[in-house]
């Protein structure tokens, strides 16, 4: 009976976040996130998610990025994601990374780069964030030019 109780909580659990988020807006964890298929600079990725109601994703908390990381790992599609993770100073070593959500960001509370990262310099400027696949979905800094998929959330 114990065993049939938590299956329907847990049913119901699915049914009710899955319904909180709208049209092509993913439930994962307690947000919602739109999983781009086609690609973008980080400027660009920035305002198609505006366009989607929503913002670049912030991975704010390591619980998010972990259930993030897990739910790119078994997409199993190999592609990189642009996320809101950006460097507001590469003057400071190592920089000034925020997230950046509308006319706010905030500092990040926890670092998730990929070996030897970030790596970014004053004369080769890496100031946007991937989740990137070579690397299990690790943080990589790289150009804001470059493309890549992207996450938005809401």
């Known amino acids: ?8 909580f847990l049913y119901l659990c699915i049914v009710f976040s899955a319904k909180r988020c709208s049209y092509s807006y993913r439930a994962l964890g307690s947000r919602c996130y739109y999983f781009s298929t086609d690609t973008a600079t980080w400027d660009e990725a920035y305002v198609n998610c505006i366009h989607k109601g929503g913002y670049l994703a912030n991975l704010e908390t390591l619980d998010e990025y972990l ?7 078994g997409m199993k599609n190999g592609q990189n994601y642009s996320i809101g993770g950006r460097d507001f100073n590469r003057q400071v070593k190592d920089g000034d990374w925020r997230w950046v959500k509308a ?3 905030s500092k990040m509370a926890y670092f998730a780069f990929g070996p030897a990262e970030p790596t970014g310099t004053k004369g080769s400027p890496e100031l946007c964030i991937w989740l990137h696949a070579s ?6 800094d790289i150009p804001c030019t470059t493309v890549a998929r992207y996450i938005c959330e809401k």
């Open 67 to 73: 259930t993030m990381r897990y739910k790119l790992a």
């Open 135 to 140: 690397y299990q979905y690790q943080f990589i």
């Open 103 to 105: 006319s706010q960001n």
């Open 1 to 8: 009976m114990r065993m049939e109780k938590a299956v329907i």
